[in-house]
Protein backbone atom coordinates (compact mmCIF):
# COMPACT_ATOMS: atom_id res chain seq x y z
CA UNK A 1 0.00 0.00 0.00
CA UNK A 2 0.92 3.54 -0.31
CA UNK A 3 -0.76 5.61 2.25
CA UNK A 4 -0.47 9.49 2.58
CA UNK A 5 -1.83 12.47 4.46
CA UNK A 6 -3.78 15.51 2.92
CA UNK A 7 -5.19 18.44 5.10
CA UNK A 8 -7.00 16.56 8.02
CA UNK A 9 -7.21 13.01 5.56
CA UNK A 10 -5.61 10.23 5.15
CA UNK A 11 -5.53 8.49 1.92
CA UNK A 12 -4.85 5.35 -0.14
CA UNK A 13 -3.22 5.56 -3.33
CA UNK A 14 -5.74 3.46 -5.55
CA UNK A 15 -6.26 2.46 -9.30
CA UNK A 16 -8.08 5.82 -10.25
CA UNK A 17 -5.98 8.21 -7.70
CA UNK A 18 -6.21 8.63 -4.20
CA UNK A 19 -8.57 7.30 -1.96
CA UNK A 20 -9.42 8.82 1.15
CA UNK A 21 -9.59 6.15 4.42
CA UNK A 22 -9.71 8.58 6.94
CA UNK A 23 -12.96 6.73 8.77
CA UNK A 24 -10.06 3.77 9.13
CA UNK A 25 -7.67 5.32 11.15
CA UNK A 26 -8.26 6.08 14.47
CA UNK A 27 -6.67 9.72 15.92
CA UNK A 28 -6.47 9.56 19.50
CA UNK A 29 -4.30 9.58 21.88
CA UNK A 30 -1.39 7.16 21.86
CA UNK A 31 2.49 6.94 21.50
CA UNK A 32 1.54 5.26 18.17
CA UNK A 33 1.07 7.40 14.96
CA UNK A 34 -2.35 7.08 14.07
CA UNK A 35 -2.06 5.78 10.55
CA UNK A 36 0.80 3.29 11.27
CA UNK A 37 -0.97 1.93 13.90
CA UNK A 38 -3.90 1.47 10.95
CA UNK A 39 -1.92 -0.41 8.71
CA UNK A 40 -2.91 -4.02 9.74
CA UNK A 41 -6.38 -3.26 9.60
CA UNK A 42 -6.05 -1.34 6.31
CA UNK A 43 -3.82 -4.47 4.72
CA UNK A 44 -6.94 -6.60 4.87
CA UNK A 45 -9.04 -4.58 3.42
CA UNK A 46 -6.91 -2.91 0.60
CA UNK A 47 -8.06 -4.93 -2.13
CA UNK A 48 -11.64 -3.16 -2.41
CA UNK A 49 -10.13 -0.08 -1.19
CA UNK A 50 -7.94 0.47 -4.36
CA UNK A 51 -10.87 0.12 -6.64
CA UNK A 52 -12.56 2.88 -4.37
CA UNK A 53 -13.68 6.15 -5.99
CA UNK A 54 -10.42 8.60 -6.05
CA UNK A 55 -10.56 11.80 -3.87
CA UNK A 56 -7.67 13.40 -4.45
CA UNK A 57 -5.36 13.42 -8.10
CA UNK A 58 -1.82 12.42 -7.15
CA UNK A 59 -0.50 15.28 -9.79
CA UNK A 60 -2.58 18.03 -7.55
CA UNK A 61 -2.86 16.71 -3.75
CA UNK A 62 -1.23 18.84 -0.99
CA UNK A 63 0.82 16.17 0.76
CA UNK A 64 1.60 16.45 4.16
CA UNK A 65 4.69 14.33 6.17
CA UNK A 66 2.06 10.74 6.00
CA UNK A 67 3.57 9.78 9.62
CA UNK A 68 2.06 12.57 11.97
CA UNK A 69 3.99 12.03 15.26
CA UNK A 70 6.90 10.40 16.10
CA UNK A 71 7.89 10.02 19.23
CA UNK A 72 11.56 10.72 17.55
CA UNK A 73 13.51 11.14 14.70
CA UNK A 74 16.84 9.46 14.12
CA UNK A 75 19.56 9.98 11.51
CA UNK A 76 22.48 8.03 10.51
CA UNK A 77 25.45 10.17 9.60
CA UNK A 78 28.23 8.96 6.55
CA UNK A 79 26.27 5.80 5.81
CA UNK A 80 27.33 6.04 1.76
CA UNK A 81 31.52 5.60 1.66
CA UNK A 82 31.40 8.35 -1.04
CA UNK A 83 29.98 10.81 1.05
CA UNK A 84 31.88 9.97 3.76
CA UNK A 85 34.81 10.91 1.55
CA UNK A 86 33.27 13.74 0.29
CA UNK A 87 32.49 14.98 3.84
CA UNK A 88 36.08 14.37 5.25
CA UNK A 89 37.28 16.35 2.49
CA UNK A 90 35.49 19.52 3.27
CA UNK A 91 35.55 22.23 5.82
CA UNK A 92 32.19 20.99 7.51
CA UNK A 93 34.12 18.09 9.36
CA UNK A 94 35.40 19.97 11.80
CA UNK A 95 33.98 18.99 15.15
CA UNK A 96 35.43 15.01 15.25
CA UNK A 97 32.14 13.79 14.05
CA UNK A 98 32.36 12.79 10.34
CA UNK A 99 32.62 8.80 11.27
CA UNK A 100 30.57 6.39 10.30
CA UNK A 101 27.50 4.79 12.31
CA UNK A 102 29.40 2.45 14.10
CA UNK A 103 31.81 5.39 14.92
CA UNK A 104 29.56 8.06 15.57
CA UNK A 105 26.02 6.75 16.40
CA UNK A 106 22.54 8.22 15.66
CA UNK A 107 22.27 12.08 15.77
CA UNK A 108 18.56 13.45 16.72
CA UNK A 109 16.61 15.50 15.07
CA UNK A 110 13.49 17.54 16.64
CA UNK A 111 10.02 16.11 15.75
CA UNK A 112 9.00 19.71 15.48
CA UNK A 113 11.22 19.99 12.49
CA UNK A 114 9.01 17.40 10.54
CA UNK A 115 6.86 18.28 7.50
CA UNK A 116 5.41 17.22 4.34
CA UNK A 117 6.54 18.35 0.38
CA UNK A 118 3.37 20.85 0.22
CA UNK A 119 4.92 22.71 3.62
CA UNK A 120 8.13 23.42 1.95
CA UNK A 121 11.28 24.52 3.19
CA UNK A 122 11.71 27.78 5.12
CA UNK A 123 15.09 28.67 4.81
CA UNK A 124 17.17 30.90 7.24
CA UNK A 125 20.37 32.13 7.98
CA UNK A 126 20.50 33.24 4.38
CA UNK A 127 24.47 34.28 5.12
CA UNK A 128 25.37 30.46 5.70
CA UNK A 129 25.67 27.27 3.68
CA UNK A 130 22.49 25.04 3.55
CA UNK A 131 22.35 21.86 2.00
CA UNK A 132 20.42 19.62 0.60
CA UNK A 133 20.41 15.41 1.38
CA UNK A 134 18.17 12.45 0.18
CA UNK A 135 17.65 10.07 2.62
CA UNK A 136 15.44 6.76 2.26
CA UNK A 137 13.51 6.43 5.86
CA UNK A 138 12.58 3.66 8.13
CA UNK A 139 9.36 3.92 9.38
CA UNK A 140 9.35 1.46 12.43
CA UNK A 141 5.65 0.10 12.99
CA UNK A 142 6.08 -2.31 15.80
CA UNK A 143 6.74 -1.39 19.08
CA UNK A 144 10.55 -2.52 19.49
CA UNK A 145 11.71 -2.76 23.59
CA UNK A 146 14.96 -4.59 23.82
CA UNK A 147 17.80 -4.99 21.65
CA UNK A 148 16.94 -6.97 18.27
CA UNK A 149 19.14 -8.62 15.55
CA UNK A 150 19.06 -7.72 11.69
CA UNK A 151 17.91 -10.87 10.92
CA UNK A 152 14.84 -9.71 13.33
CA UNK A 153 14.81 -6.46 12.82
CA UNK A 154 12.64 -6.40 9.09
CA UNK A 155 9.40 -7.55 11.03
CA UNK A 156 9.52 -4.21 13.25
CA UNK A 157 9.18 -2.04 9.95
CA UNK A 158 6.20 -0.51 8.81
CA UNK A 159 7.25 0.61 5.36
CA UNK A 160 9.33 2.97 3.58
CA UNK A 161 9.29 6.83 2.32
CA UNK A 162 11.48 9.52 0.79
CA UNK A 163 13.23 11.86 3.14
CA UNK A 164 14.91 15.14 3.28
CA UNK A 165 17.41 16.06 5.60
CA UNK A 166 18.23 19.95 5.14
CA UNK A 167 21.46 20.79 6.81
CA UNK A 168 23.02 24.00 7.71
CA UNK A 169 26.77 24.06 7.59
CA UNK A 170 28.41 25.97 11.06
CA UNK A 171 30.23 25.47 14.18
CA UNK A 172 26.82 24.63 16.71
CA UNK A 173 25.75 21.05 17.34
CA UNK A 174 24.70 18.67 14.12
CA UNK A 175 21.47 17.97 15.88
CA UNK A 176 20.53 21.90 16.15
CA UNK A 177 21.81 22.93 12.43
CA UNK A 178 19.21 19.87 11.41
CA UNK A 179 16.53 20.24 13.67
CA UNK A 180 15.18 24.10 12.05
CA UNK A 181 11.47 23.97 11.60
CA UNK A 182 10.94 22.88 8.07
CA UNK A 183 14.20 21.15 7.87
CA UNK A 184 12.87 17.79 8.08
CA UNK A 185 11.01 16.79 5.48
CA UNK A 186 8.89 13.39 4.56
CA UNK A 187 6.40 12.06 1.72
CA UNK A 188 4.72 11.95 -0.36
CA UNK A 189 3.47 8.38 0.99
CA UNK A 190 4.39 5.85 3.23
CA UNK A 191 5.06 2.81 1.12
CA UNK A 192 4.46 -0.48 3.17
CA UNK A 193 7.06 -2.94 3.50
CA UNK A 194 5.71 -6.06 1.93
CA UNK A 195 5.77 -3.44 -1.28
CA UNK A 196 9.80 -3.03 -1.07
CA UNK A 197 10.84 -6.79 -0.16
CA UNK A 198 14.19 -5.96 -2.20
CA UNK A 199 15.75 -2.33 -1.13
CA UNK A 200 19.07 -3.03 -2.49
CA UNK A 201 17.88 -2.60 -6.48
CA UNK A 202 16.46 0.84 -5.77
CA UNK A 203 17.98 4.18 -6.97
CA UNK A 204 17.61 7.23 -5.21
CA UNK A 205 18.64 10.54 -6.80
CA UNK A 206 17.68 14.29 -5.92
CA UNK A 207 17.74 16.90 -8.68
CA UNK A 208 17.62 20.71 -7.76
CA UNK A 209 15.76 23.37 -10.84
CA UNK A 210 16.34 20.14 -12.66
CA UNK A 211 19.72 19.63 -12.46
CA UNK A 212 20.64 15.62 -10.66
CA UNK A 213 23.16 16.69 -7.88
CA UNK A 214 22.20 12.81 -5.87
CA UNK A 215 22.34 9.66 -7.57
CA UNK A 216 23.11 6.24 -6.74
CA UNK A 217 21.60 2.60 -5.43
CA UNK A 218 20.09 1.76 -1.92
CA UNK A 219 22.80 -1.04 -1.91
CA UNK A 220 25.52 1.26 -1.62
CA UNK A 221 24.81 2.24 1.98
CA UNK A 222 26.96 1.19 4.25
CA UNK A 223 24.42 -0.14 6.99
CA UNK A 224 21.39 -1.50 5.67
CA UNK A 225 17.81 -0.50 7.35
CA UNK A 226 17.62 -3.77 9.30
CA UNK A 227 20.88 -2.95 10.63
CA UNK A 228 19.97 0.19 11.47
CA UNK A 229 16.40 -1.04 13.42
CA UNK A 230 18.52 -3.44 15.22
CA UNK A 231 21.78 -0.80 16.21
CA UNK A 232 18.48 1.81 17.50
CA UNK A 233 17.02 -1.12 19.41
CA UNK A 234 20.24 -1.03 21.65
CA UNK A 235 19.98 2.68 23.20
CA UNK A 236 16.27 3.41 22.51
CA UNK A 237 12.58 1.85 22.90
CA UNK A 238 11.34 2.69 19.62
CA UNK A 239 7.18 3.25 18.99
CA UNK A 240 5.07 2.67 15.64
CA UNK A 241 5.86 5.69 13.94
CA UNK A 242 9.30 6.44 14.93
CA UNK A 243 11.73 6.90 11.79
CA UNK A 244 15.07 6.23 10.72
CA UNK A 245 16.68 8.83 8.40
CA UNK A 246 19.28 6.21 7.14
CA UNK A 247 21.69 8.40 5.90
CA UNK A 248 22.68 10.41 2.48
CA UNK A 249 24.55 9.92 -0.55
CA UNK A 250 27.56 11.77 -2.06
CA UNK A 251 26.30 14.67 -3.99
CA UNK A 252 25.74 17.19 -1.47
CA UNK A 253 24.81 20.95 -1.87
CA UNK A 254 23.42 24.13 -1.48
CA UNK A 255 20.09 25.54 -1.90
CA UNK A 256 18.42 29.07 -2.00
CA UNK A 257 14.76 30.21 -1.88
CA UNK A 258 13.46 29.66 -5.18
CA UNK A 259 14.73 26.63 -5.59
CA UNK A 260 12.43 23.29 -6.80
CA UNK A 261 13.92 20.08 -5.44
CA UNK A 262 12.88 16.47 -6.80
CA UNK A 263 14.20 13.70 -4.65
CA UNK A 264 12.85 10.68 -5.66
CA UNK A 265 13.46 6.66 -4.95
CA UNK A 266 12.41 4.04 -7.23
CA UNK A 267 9.48 1.97 -5.60
CA UNK A 268 8.92 4.58 -3.07
CA UNK A 269 8.09 7.60 -4.33
CA UNK A 270 8.96 10.83 -5.66
CA UNK A 271 9.15 14.28 -3.33
CA UNK A 272 9.15 17.28 -4.99
CA UNK A 273 9.00 20.67 -2.44
CA UNK A 274 10.12 24.59 -2.92
CA UNK A 275 12.62 26.51 -0.96
CA UNK A 276 11.14 29.70 0.20
CA UNK A 277 13.07 32.13 2.75
CA UNK A 278 12.13 32.26 6.44
CA UNK A 279 9.59 35.41 7.32
CA UNK A 280 9.27 36.69 10.44
Known amino acids: MKLCRIGHHYGLLGKNGIVDITSYVEQGQSPADPLVAAIPALQQRAPA????????NQADAAFLSPVRNPTKILAAPNNYRAHLEEMRKTAFATDG???????????????????????????????????????LVVVIGTRVDRPVT???????IAGYSVGLDITLRGPEERSLRKSIDTYTML???????????????????????????????????LFGAAEQVAYASKYYTLFPGDLIYTGTPSGVGPIRPGDVIDADIESIGRLQTRVRAFKT
Open 49 to 56: LAQGQARW
Open 97 to 135: KSGTLEEAGFFLKATSSLVGPADGIAQRFLDRRTDHEVE
Open 150 to 156: PADALKF
Open 187 to 221: GPFLVTADEVPDLSALRVQLSVNGSVRQATLLSDM
